[in-house]
């Protein structure tokens, strides 16, 4: 007996040896039968080409999928192969403004240090005015604002009064003069005491530190140009602390310093900071104004300290203020008491380091 071949329609399959009839037949090809119409033959226990069923060792395959490309491949024609980007890293565009501001900002200050006299004073007593400006505006941010007009003038009044006449650049005048008004204004205009009390002690904060720098320019009994020179190490070693601070922690940092205040600073960064300020009054404190080397060490470490406490003391204030800078005045660096923080503290330090040692 002839055994009936398949017809050419995959539907019209007859009967086999064994009398399976053409349906069943049919329904097994389009379901569970390995061979599939056409002649193709699934692999055991995956899908035949073009079909669905079970991958081996994992899930159920829908759909004609395509297939992935082998690694190192070139992508499937009519894909767009993406192009390399040109565009700079983040932190290098953020560091242009950075630098060039700091350019502008260190020609300004060498050039009125370097000539003295009226000019610098301006320069100091606009710088503190600015200050104050910025340090009101975050103190205005707290339960208790300081007033505007007591912080201003006292902390220009304390930074001018090294080179002001007479009485007036006397504490014993200045500090009882802003008490009383303070506190007169304070019942006149029913201002809360602590906001009194925060404008005084920024008043103090500011013009303190500003002062010193005049103090130290004009310090008593030295030679002409001792005092320029002084200004210049504590400016230049406050500027290396925070310079070296600064790419030292970008380059290495890994360990948090006071992470609950500036989480951004780093070990690694305020040891680069402490090395910058040592180098420079090391060096220039022997050489420029006949320091003792010993004094000269002292003196550096004692403004990476200070500088790095100044810059961790402005941080808190602008935290619990809830702003990342004091203002805008200088691009890339935030506001101006952003790069007075280090300074405002330094001053007042090596000004009583050096009356403690009778620098003359």
Request: with cysteine.
């Amino acid at each position: 007996m002839t055994t009936p071949r398949a017809s050419g329609t995959p539907g019209a399959l007859a009967a086999d040896a064994g009398g399976t009839p053409a349906a069943s037949l049919d329904a097994t090809v389009a379901g569970a039968d390995p061979t599939v119409a056409g002649g193709a033959t699934a692999p055991p226990g995956g899908a035949p080409p073009g079909g669905t069923g079970p991958v081996a060792g994992g899930p159920a395959v829908t759909g004609n999928a395509p297939a992935r490309p082998a690694p190192g491949s070139a992508p499937p024609s009519g894909e767009a192969t993406p192009e390399p980007t040109t565009a700079l890293p983040a932190r290098r565009m953020d560091l242009l403004p950075r630098l060039l501001s700091s350019v502008v900002l260190i020609c300004l200050v060498v050039s009125m240090i370097w000539i003295g006299g009226v000019p610098l004073d301006v320069l100091i007593g606009v710088a503190a005015a600015l200050a104050a400006w910025e340090l009101a505006a975050l103190l205005g941010r707290l339960p208790a604002p300081a007033p505007r007009w007591l912080l201003i003038a006292l902390a220009v009044w304390l930074a001018e009064r090294a080179v002001l006449p007479g009485a007036g650049g006397n504490l014993e005048v200045i500090l009882p003069v802003a008490l009383g008004a303070g506190m007169v204004a304070g019942v006149l205009f029913h201002s809360p005491w602590e906001g009194w009390a925060a404008g005084l002690g920024g008043g103090l904060y500011l013009g303190i530190g500003l002062g010193s720098l005049l103090g130290l320019y004009h310090w008593p009994g030295a030679s002409p140009g001792v005092g320029l020179r002084l200004v210049a190490i504590v400016v230049a070693a406050v500027v290396a602390t925070d310079t070296l601070a600064y790419f030292t922690g970008h380059a290495l940092g890994r360990h948090p310093f006071f992470p609950a205040i500036s989480p951004k600073k780093s070990v690694e960064g305020a040891v680069g900071g402490a090395v910058g300020a040592v180098l420079v009054a090391g060096i220039a404190g022997p050489l420029v104004i006949s320091l003792n080397p010993v004094a000269a060490v002292g003196m550096g470490l004692l403004i990476a300290v200070v500088a790095e406490g100044g810059d961790l003391a402005e941080s808190a204030l602008k935290r619990q203020a809830g702003v990342k800078d004091s203002g805008r005045l200088i691009p890339g660096h935030g506001g101006l008491l952003d790069r007075l923080d280090g300074l405002l503290l330094a001053g007042p330090a090596v000004y009583c380091l050096l009356v403690l040692i009778g620098f003359h």
